[in-house]
Structure formats: C-alpha cells, structure tokens
C-alpha cells in the first residue's frame, strides 16, 4: 500500500521565483492538506482541498495558492517567492468520510530560496 | 482558537528509561489529538490517534492518553532504545476533517 508521496524532495529557488510542488495521497485516501514546516517550528497548516476544492485556509497570502486533481493528487503553487518561504513543505492525505479523520504525511519538500 | 504546548522543548535520556512527553492545549472542545515522530530532516509519521471518544491509546512500546477536562496528553515511552531518538510531535484537531493544530516538538534524546 503505497503512502502519501511528495516531489521533489529539495528544490533550491531564487526571489521572486515561482514554484510548484506535488503530492500524491495515500491510496483510498480523498482529502488533501498542506502545511508549512519552518526549523525548529511545528508545522502550520497552509489550505486543504476536498472534491477539488479548497475547503480550508490558514494564514497564509495569495501568493500560496493550490489544485487538486480528479485522482486525488493534489499541487502547492507558490508565486513571487521570498526568503522566508524557505521550509520543508508537508502534505497530509486522510479520508474525509471516515470519521477517524487520521491524517498521514508524506515525507516532504524542502524548498530553499536564495 | 486552539493553541498546543509541548514540555520540555528537549529531553536527554539514558538507554531503558521510562519516560512522559506531555503536550497542553487551550481549548477543551479538542476532537482528536495526534503524536507523531520526526526524524531531522524528514516527514511526520503517525504513532498513535486518540479519537474523541477515546482517552487513550497503545502500540508497543508507547502509550498515548488525553484528558480533555486538564487540557493535556501525554506520550509514555517505555523502556527507550537509541533509536526512539527523534522529535516528537502533537497536533489537536477541533472537529472533523479540521486543520491540525501543533505543537512546537519535543527532541528526544536516548544515549546508549
């Protein structure tokens, strides 16, 4: 049984740059959240995406936006980027109608920006 | 909104001692309560889910409890081995398929 899978593993980006990560939820699973990891932080939850749409969003500015696919897969687009973006970027896949609502991480993105 | 401590930040152990994470939170209406473990560098594993109605939770080694009443839970380790050594990680969630809520971590270490 595959588990929530994330790509790339790093990237390295320049200011102002445009990025795009993806992820691909644990099998059977339908719910898709982000959330962003800086050293030494917990992680903080950036948007979630159900049926296709974005059903929640945390603090975070237009500039992070999202998508997810018909196959559950889901991307994180970050435009116009800024050194503090700079983090391990995690996405979540749980089943939204199981009621347990476990949620299961993949093993994350690290984006460095220059 | 629902806030999450964990103590102590960091905690050094020697091998086969038994030892408490504890992790607080703001607002009692908590629905599920999450630990998880994070080696450096890498993604968040689940260890243990305590869903609403439950008020603890075992697998191995390691047992989970929530009260919901204090605001608090707690990861018991058993019997820690060098390679437990990791952060530890908590998150609340305040009803169904919400957002996580986490703690900042607590970094384990266990020496041989």
């Known amino acids: 049984d595959a588990g929530v899978t994330q790509s790339p593993t790093h990237l390295i980006k320049t200011r102002g740059q445009q990025v795009t990560l993806r992820c691909s939820p644990k099998?059977?699973?339908?719910?898709v959240s982000w959330y962003q990891q800086a050293l030494g932080q917990g992680p903080q939850f950036i948007f979630q995406y159900y049926e296709e749409e974005e059903r929640q969003r945390g603090n975070f500015p237009d500039r992070f936006s999202g998508h997810q696919f018909p196959n559950y897969s889901s991307e994180l687009n970050v435009n116009a980027l800024l050194l503090g973006d700079s983090a391990l970027y995690l996405c979540?896949?749980?089943?939204?109608?199981?009621?347990?609502?476990?949620?299961?991480f993949g093993p994350g993105t690290r984006l460095t920006v220059t | 909104k629902q806030e999450v401590t964990q103590i102590p930040a960091a905690l050094s152990v020697p091998e086969g001692e038994n030892l408490v994470l504890n992790c607080s939170f703001t607002d009692s209406a908590i629905y599920n309560l999450q630990w998880f473990r994070q080696d450096p560098g890498k993604g968040l594993t689940s260890l243990l889910l305590?869903?609403?109605?439950?008020r603890e939770q075992t697998s191995g080694r390691l047992n989970a409890s929530l009260d919901k009443s204090s605001g608090r839970s707690t990861l018991y380790i058993a019997a820690s081995q060098p390679g437990d050594s990791a952060t530890y990680l908590c998150?609340?969630?305040?009803?169904?398929?919400?957002?996580?809520?986490f703690g900042k971590g607590t970094r384990l270490s266990v020496i041989a």
């Open positions: 979540a896949s749980s089943l939204g109608s199981s009621g347990a609502y476990e949620q299961y």
């Open positions: 305590i869903q609403s109605s439950q």
């Open positions: 998150a609340g969630t305040n009803s169904g398929n919400t957002p996580l809520v």
């Open positions: 099998s059977g699973h339908d719910t």
